[in-house]
């Protein structure tokens, strides 16, 4: 499926590495790993709501001041910690999406935690309408977060099954 919204190459440069032609992630594979993360983070707030003593199914549960407390909480530690030591979420990882910095490293801690401070402004007021409309507006393809931190979320490369074979090390 050919999204409509595909942004431009964006080309990273380094003194340690030749320059890197790398593309922004699609908006429907950035959709796709938003709604499979928002699906573990219902599982996970679920199990925090029993484990409270509230019922998950009641809506009065989720529009708690704790209830949303606690979803909020969650979420950032689940976000912030899986891009900080993976450089994806899970649902990053199924659709073969990671965040990488502008010098085309993997996302640090700092820039993690810098990307998902402003996650909430995203997905506030109407579930990452925000969000969607600083991608498809900004020529990167990157959110609120992802401008303040540095990032870009790209797509997975396909690893070479045929990769060359390894020099000798020993003559």
Not at 75 to 80: E, L, S
Not at 152 to 164: H, I
């Amino acid at each position: 499926m050919i999204d409509e919204h595909e942004h431009g190459e964006i080309t990273l440069e380094n003194l340690a590495t030749p320059p890197m032609q790398i593309k922004p992630a699609p908006v429907l594979k950035r959709v796709a790993g938003g709604f499979i993360d928002c699906v573990i983070l219902a599982l996970l707030l679920s199990i925090f709501l029993i484990a409270s003593g509230q019922n998950p199914v009641s809506s009065s549960a989720l529009l708690s001041i704790s209830g949303f407390s606690i979803l909020a909480i969650v979420a950032f530690i689940y976000y912030f910690l899986q891009e900080a030591l993976f450089s994806a979420t899970l649902g990053k990882s199924i659709v073969k999406l990671r965040v990488l910095d502008r010098n085309g490293n993997e996302c640090s801690f700092s820039a993690s935690f810098k990307r998902n401070l402003l996650r909430f402004i995203d997905w506030l007021p109407l579930l990452y309408v925000v969000a969607a409309v600083s991608i498809m507006a900004s020529a990167q393809g990157q959110r609120l977060g992802d401008r303040l931190a540095g990032t870009v979320v790209t797509e997975r490369p396909e690893k070479d099954r045929n990769p060359p074979p390894a020099p000798f090390l020993f003559h």
